[in-house]
Each structure stands twice: as C-alpha cells, then as structure tokens.
C-alpha cells in the first residue's frame, strides 16, 4: 500500500472533529486598518468584554457550539494577499464580513504593500467576491507559534533494482515557519489536532508553557494529497 492510502483514512477520522482557527505567516504579515462603526462595536451574536472584542464563530464545520474569536480594527493580513489588493476592491475575512479597501500604502523603492486601510461593508453580499482572507487580530496577545512539515525522505515512491536510495535523498527534507495564531490556541495541550484554514491540518508537538519558555509548536499532518491543502506561497515544502 501507498503512504496516501493511509494518510486519507487517517485524515477520514480527525477531520469532522477538528476546530478551525486562523493563523498567518509572521513573515512580512501585513496591517489593515478597519473603519466603519461594527469594525469593533459588534452587535447580536458578538460580545463585548471590557477591552477585549470578540465574535462567536462555528469552530467546525458542525452545528457545535460557537466559540469566542478576536476581532479588532486592525487585523493582519497574508502579505502576499495583501499584494493583490487595489483601492476599490473587496475582500471577505473569514468569519467576519466584507471589507472595501480605500487606501494601499506602498514602499517608494521596492512597491511591496506596506499596509491597507479600508472600510467594513455588513451589508454587502459574499457572493462574488473572490478574494477571501484569512487573518488574525492585531492585539498585543496575539500568539507566536511555529509550524514544522516533515516530508519523505527518499524523493521516488519506488526504488527499481540496481538504484541506491542515496542518490533519491530530499534535501531539505523538513520546514518550519512563524506564525500568528489566534490567542485561544494558547490552551492547546500535546496532541491535539486542529485545522488553521488555508494551511491544513496539524497536531501539537509541544504545547505553550510560557513559564518555562517553551513555545506553541504544531506539525502538519499529511492529507494523502499530491499537494499540499495550502495554496499560499508561505506553505511548507510539501511533495
């Protein structure tokens, strides 16, 4: 049997009991101002706690019971989906609504998109609107975690006789990357499986204890796909 075999029945079993969250590459993640009166006063399902802003969203793709995610008027954006983002254009974020961006603010030398203001649209339709962003707030506990992707080590899925395993080595034959992650994954423990949306599945390798300075550490599980489920250029080496 093929390891892909394996890996989607695996996946058959965590994937309906996942919780979603959203996380973005630290890498170059890039600021967008939010205007508009709901951008943090939130009304009907959302809540409201002192400072601390927050939306009920569906954790999975159940009828579960909703769980508290940060809202605030600056998010933080995928650079390279804020690259492709014009005045005049609309974006949806993921669980919150439709945003009109009203301003680019660019760097003179290189033209890399430096930040985005723009304005929340509650009443405008999703429908036809093809950008759709994951983001996470720009608060001062977002969470710095990282994600790590083991691949295969030999490159062919089947060595013919006479060949020598060495010359069919990856390299490199791992990554791992910076992310921004919601503040609620700080209570993660060991083994926990999750799904950041746009990126995959992972499981904690080490969960966060920031007594003993040890960070949140997540590994990403594969799916059994020829390619990875991310489609961001910041996805790890996935073959």
Not at 39 to 63: N, Q, W, Y
Not at 222 to 234: E, I, N, Q, V
């Amino acid at each position: 049997q093929e390891w892909d075999k394996f890996w989607a029945i695996n996946k058959d079993e965590f994937e309906p009991t996942a919780p979603r969250y959203m996380g973005v590459a630290q890498d170059g993640a890039t600021p967008l101002h939010i205007a508009g009166g709901d951008a943090v006063e939130l009304s009907g399902s959302d809540v409201a706690a002192g400072a601390i802003t927050v939306k009920l969203v569906p954790p999975m793709k159940d009828e579960s019971p909703l769980r508290p995610m940060r809202v605030a008027k600056t998010v933080l954006l995928e650079a390279e989906d804020a690259e492709t983002c014009s005045v005049g254009d609309k974006m949806i974020l993921v669980n919150w609504g439709v945003v009109e961006v009203t301003a680019v603010e660019k760097d003179a030398a290189s033209g890399k998109v430096l930040s985005l203001s723009g304005e929340r649209q509650p009443e405008v339709s999703v429908k036809k609107i093809p950008r759709k962003f994951t983001w996470v707030a720009d608060t001062s506990d977002v969470l710095v975690g990282s994600i790590k992707e083991y691949d295969h080590l030999v490159t062919k899925p089947k060595l013919e006789e006479g060949e020598d395993f060495k010359d069919f080595i990856r390299t490199p034959s791992a990554g791992t990357m910076p992310v921004l992650l919601e503040p609620c994954l700080r209570s993660l423990k060991h083994g926990d499986i999750i799904q950041l949306m746009r990126r995959g599945f992972f499981r904690v390798d080490q969960a966060l204890d920031e007594a003993k300075g040890q960070g949140l550490e997540l590994i990403l599980i594969p799916d059994g796909k020829a390619k990875a489920m991310s489609t961001l250029k910041t996805a790890l080496p996935h073959a």
